[in-house]
């Protein structure tokens, strides 16, 4: 249990930062020139990349300690990590209440974000089962 806590802080923190560093440039630059629906679909296929990235290099360093099962559990652990800093310090930073929040909300790229968290959340065990098919031994 103490892995999967682990693995899920190192998950999230690492796609956390790379998001809120992209966040800021998308923020002060690219919302400016290009409108805030366009800079976050730019931003949400870099940020799939990312994610894939990040759980591939986790699922790949630590995949002797966890089964296949339990990847799912770190990512919806990290996702509970995501969500618990957007939902309370990100808001607080950009000082919206999360009613705020949902209202402002693209539609379509917030469509486009939402699914990139239910990814997000799978990510390490897509990763993990990939892996067991290619016949790297067992995860």
């Not at 560093?21 to 002060?28: F, I």
């Amino acid at each position: 249990m103490i892995q999967m806590l682990r693995l899920s802080a190192l998950y999230f923190a690492v796609v956390f930062a790379v998001g809120f560093l992209l966040g800021t440039v998308r923020t002060l630059w690219v919302v400016p020139q290009l409108g805030t629906r366009v800079a976050e679909l730019i931003e949400a296929p870099i940020m799939l990349v990312v994610v894939i990235l990040v759980a591939r290099a986790v699922v790949l360093r630590h995949a002797e300690g966890l089964r296949r099962g339990r990847w799912l559990a770190v990512g919806f652990i990290a996702l509970a990590l995501l969500l618990t800093v957007e939902f309370t310090v990100i808001l607080w930073l950009r000082d919206l209440s999360l009613s705020e929040y949902f209202a402002t909300r693209d539609p379509v790229s917030s469509t486009v974000y939402f699914i990139s968290l239910c990814l997000f959340a799978v990510m390490p065990l897509l990763i993990a089962s990939r892996r067991r098919f290619k016949g790297n031994g067992p995860v």
